[in-house]
């Protein structure tokens, strides 16, 4: 091990600082962060979702991270061979957007460039900046294998890209279809639904006439977007509305352009919405373009891609579209064929990546047939192959995917997976296969032209359960490790990602990928905001790192954390996780100093035949967190299993037992409590080390370098056994027992917080108890001591005459027979907190009342109503304190 040059001389304040990388580099070089391939055990896999390759880290990296960690760190130390394998994303769009920009600044654009100059620009990019991610993931103490770390355009992803797509197309499930498709003006390219967000959005709702052809009269259209009537090929009602049954099959003069088209029925229109006349744009409309396939209406384009007017809108060809919107309305104004605007607030679909606004288009776009590829998958997670956690996204999973839709998967980008299909300008058909042609399949020309669109990103990253491990290739790997263990991410990607995953993973393997799927939430600001840039409440990682360290970050993550659910990060949390790192520092200072003054070292080992009460209390206590530590985490509580032992070791271990010892160990002729010291942290540190990794690892040396240890001794933390409890040595008479020795203690310190009387001011005390006399008997020392008592008579009576002078508190282990001499005063003590009990109770049934007035808790913000929640629990904290101290006062 020897990590720390100075071992017999731990600060006095833990620095991650100083400890951090230098474990780091230790864990990195001993090559603890490989699986051991020679290995019979089963092995666990973990693939770490890629960050883009132009990320930095931000909260939900780290958040990522703190969680698997924690998870693979916890199945290395139960001895399965682990992977934990990294990589990061090309991030199409993304990356584009960011070498796009740095090139603007040079005043360049990528059509200057042209493709190859403009791809080789991005890969110099890369070169300098794509690990630097992967440098931010090591700060955090991330334990992966990085000798295994993939990026989606290396060339075995690539290969596997390639594979699939061509076994999709042959398979007859990739097809070429003209479409309309969410299209970004700014990014220059379609969208998948996934990603456009909608948006609610101001706007007008416009009624305008369309005239019958025959001079009879006309029908009112409701529209949006009066520019794209310039495309309309119909009108269009409900076949069941008695209102305009008897126009179906008329014909309509469209204004400004005095086409014909004719009035159809169709079971979309909504007879409630506008007017219940609709007028159909099928090049501009998904449902008109729906309408329009049902209805074999014409398509006419009339907004280009770039957003403008084309031709085909005759007199307004070359206008923006908003322009034209604008120039429309006066022009039916004008004729009178404006019947009223209406403001009207509707959601539209806004570019997940740069907000513009989505204009629908037709276009000629790849698409994944998804129907039979969802069916296994499907399957999988019903049949219970696949567990989701929690348990609640699993009805969202099976409504996406019971309702699928086709995946839109070219997208206009330079930078990605090419799309491996080469046209033949000869004979028009398509050449798609695993190498690069040279000629055309069909009729041998030379004249062929490979296909100018990229893949989606997330076409790469579905295949990353398998193409990380060498697929297509027949690997090692591929053998070990597929399929893996546990999927852990993000919610907001189960279908961008997770899902796509299993489809694909089934077609390529012919198995599922993982067996379990971890969801965890987002990361919060304090107020419960989602963080981001424009609203200036980004916390940033490696800021925090430097200030509170590491371990206190991920401390910080994962307490409280629950699969699914959102948490909030603030200040309290980062730093009552890096007091808690030096309260643990701390106390192993104290136990490795009193090992080293010893001029013998302690053997390490299970202590048996204890005899003394702390002591058994403590190692049954040891047992019990064990225990349920283990039940928790193969439960996926990971946040409950971290506040077990958190709870143990600051209050039962450090707040208590270290205290109870402290005599024992001055003292040469009793028992030494020292080897059950160091036994209860050597122990706690590895429960430990999957939430707080540098620290217990740096004790951990301390530790063992202090303690006589035995031959098979592991050289580190992170490869030791995560302790199990097999035979259950539970003692539990002594947990009842030093849980009653505790309540009293604390009743009668509270007792004195409340009466205003020094904790270490001794005070006279009788204490009668039936049941435990012995037992008090023998803790009487304790009890003076921690209790600040002065016991002068212990009786196995039921009760004793009170004393004049005296209180009686009643607890579990006796009744105790308090004098509180001359100094207190206990009839004006006695008011003070009837008092404070009435104005508590006035304040609890306000706030009670607040909180039960429906229209508050509707209207006002969510942080508000948390606030008076937690004044609420306080108060009747407090309430119910004082009710028991006055209760045993009376
Ligand atoms: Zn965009
Ligand atoms: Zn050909």
Request: charged share 25%; glycine share 6%; hydrophobic share 35%.
């Given at each position: ?401 019971e309702n699928i839709r086709d995946w839109p998967v070219s997208r206009q980008l330079w930078w990605g997976h090419q799309i491996p299909v080469w046209y033949c300008e000869d004979c028009l058909s398509e050449t798609v296969t695993n190498e690069d042609p040279q000629t055309c399949q069909s009729c041998g020309s030379s004249q062929i032209q490979q296909d100018q669109d990229v893949l989606d990103t997330w076409f790469s990253s579905g295949l990353w359960t398998h193409s990380t491990l060498g697929w297509p290739n027949d690997t090692e790997d591929l053998k070990s490790f597929y399929p893996g263990s546990v999927m852990e991410t993000g919610y907001d990607i189960l279908f961008f990602w997770v899902a796509r995953m299993i489809m694909l993973g089934i077609s390529n393997m012919g198995q599922i990928p993982f067996h379990t799927i971890y969801l965890h939430g987002l990361v919060l600001d304090p107020e419960g905001v989602k963080m981001s840039k424009t609203k200036g409440n980004v916390l940033n990682p490696l800021d925090l790192i430097d200030e509170y360290g590491a371990d206190a970050v991920r401390f ?335």
């Amino acid at each position: 091990m020897a990590q720390n040059d100075n071992p017999l001389n731990m600060s006095r304040a833990y620095s991650p600082a100083d400890t951090e990388s230098r474990i780091y580099k230790f864990w990195e070089e001993s090559g603890y962060f490989k699986p051991d391939t020679s290995s019979d055990s089963p092995p666990f896999v973990m693939i770490m979702p890629p960050p883009n390759v132009t990320g930095e880290l931000h909260m939900g990296h780290a958040l990522t991270v703190a969680i698997e960690d924690m998870i693979v760190r916890w199945h290395r130390m139960k001895g399965e061979p682990t992977l934990f394998l990294p990589g990061t994303d090309h991030a199409g769009i993304a990356t584009q957007v960011v070498v796009e920009r740095l090139l603007a600044t040079e005043g360049l654009n990528r059509y200057q460039l042209g493709r190859e100059k403009f791809e080789a620009r991005i890969w110099e990019w890369v070169e300098t900046y794509g690990t630097r991610i992967y440098e931010q993931l090591r700060r955090l103490g991330t334990s992966c294998d990085w000798s295994r770390s993939k990026f989606t355009l290396d060339e075995i992803p690539r290969a596997a890209v390639r594979k699939t797509f061509v076994d999709l197309y042959n398979k007859g499930l990739i097809y070429r279809g003209e479409r309309i498709a969410n299209w970004c003006l700014r990014c220059s390219t379609a969208l998948s639904d996934l990603e456009v967000k909608y948006m609610e959005v101001n706007g007008n709702l416009y009624q305008i006439r369309y005239p019958f052809s025959d001079g009879s009269g006309f029908i009112v259209v409701a529209t949006t977007r009066p520019e794209t009537m310039l495309g309309d090929t119909a009108v269009a009602v409900n076949p069941e509305d008695e209102r305009f049954k008897k126009y179906i099959g008329k014909e309509i003069k469209l204004p400004l352009t005095n086409r014909l088209i004719p009035i159809i029925a169709d079971g979309a229109v909504e007879a409630e919405f506008g007017t219940g006349a609709l007028k159909v744009t099928p090049a501009h409309d998904p449902v008109d373009f729906e309408i329009g396939l049902r209805n074999n209406l014409p398509v006419i384009t009339v907004i280009g891609d770039d957003g403008t007017m084309n031709s085909a809108a005759g007199e307004f060809q070359g206008l923006d579209r908003f322009k034209c919107r604008t120039l429309i309305e006066d022009q039916l104004k004008a004729q009178g064929l404006l019947v009223k605007t209406d403001s009207f607030q509707h959601s539209i679909g806004h570019c997940d990546r740069c907000d513009e606004i989505i204009e629908p288009l037709i276009s000629k776009q790849w698409y994944i047939s998804m129907e039979s590829l969802a069916a296994p998958a499907i399957k999988a997670v019903k049949e219970n192959q696949i567990r989701i956690i929690p348990e609640r996204f699993t009805s969202v999973y099976f409504n996406w995917m019971e309702n699928i839709r086709d995946w839109p998967v070219s997208r206009q980008l330079w930078w990605g997976h090419q799309i491996p299909v080469w046209y033949c300008e000869d004979c028009l058909s398509e050449t798609v296969t695993n190498e690069d042609p040279q000629t055309c399949q069909s009729c041998g020309s030379s004249q062929i032209q490979q296909d100018q669109d990229v893949l989606d990103t997330w076409f790469s990253s579905g295949l990353w359960t398998h193409s990380t491990l060498g697929w297509p290739n027949d690997t090692e790997d591929l053998k070990s490790f597929y399929p893996g263990s546990v999927m852990e991410t993000g919610y907001d990607i189960l279908f961008f990602w997770v899902a796509r995953m299993i489809m694909l993973g089934i077609s390529n393997m012919g198995q599922i990928p993982f067996h379990t799927i971890y969801l965890h939430g987002l990361v919060l600001d304090p107020e419960g905001v989602k963080m981001s840039k424009t609203k200036g409440n980004v916390l940033n990682p490696l800021d925090l790192i430097d200030e509170y360290g590491a371990d206190a970050v991920r401390f910080a993550l994962t307490t409280g954390t629950s699969a699914g659910n959102n948490l909030r990060m603030n200040e309290q949390k980062l730093e009552s996780s890096r007091n808690f790192a030096n309260k643990l520092w701390n106390a192993s200072r104290f136990v490795i100093s009193n090992l080293n003054k010893k001029e013998t070292s302690i053997k390490f080992s299970k202590p048996e035949n204890i005899l003394n009460r702390h002591d058994k209390w403590i190692i049954s206590r040891l047992d019990q967190v064990t225990q349920d530590v283990n039940r928790l985490m193969e439960d996926f509580q990971f946040g409950e299993a971290q506040t077990h032992i958190h709870d143990f070791l600051w209050n039962e271990y450090c707040d208590w037992y270290i205290e109870l010892t402290k005599d024992r160990l001055k003292v040469q002729d009793v028992e030494s409590p020292l080897s059950i010291l160091a036994y209860i942290l050597e122990r706690t540190l590895r429960l430990l080390h999957p939430f707080l990794p540098f620290v217990t690892e740096e004790i951990w040396a301390n530790l063992c370098k202090s303690l006589d240890t035995p031959e098979d001794w592991p050289n580190s933390l992170i490869t030791a056994e995560y302790p199990v409890i097999s035979a259950t040595t539970i003692d539990e008479p002594s947990i009842i027992e030093m849980g009653k020795l505790i309540d009293f203690i604390r009743a009668i310190r509270n007792m004195k917080s409340e009466l205003n009387i020094q904790q270490r001011q001794k005070i006279e005390c009788r204490i009668a108890s039936e049941m435990e006399s012995s037992l008090v008997e023998s803790e009487k020392s304790t009890l003076e001591k921690f209790a600040g008592l002065s016991i002068s008579e212990i009786s196995d009576s039921h009760l004793l005459q009170l004393h004049s002078g005296e209180i009686s508190i009643v607890e579990n282990l006796g009744t105790a027979y308090i004098s509180l001499g001359e100094g207190v005063d206990l009839g004006g003590e006695l008011e003070r907190l009837r008092n404070e009990q009435n104005e508590l109770s006035k304040y609890i049934s306000s706030l009670t009342k607040r909180l039960s007035n429906q229209s508050f808790i509707n209207k006002a913000p969510e942080e508000v109503v948390e606030k008076e929640k937690g004044r609420l629990k306080r108060s009747t904290d407090r309430e119910t304190r004082i009710n028991e101290i006055l209760e045993t006062l009376n």
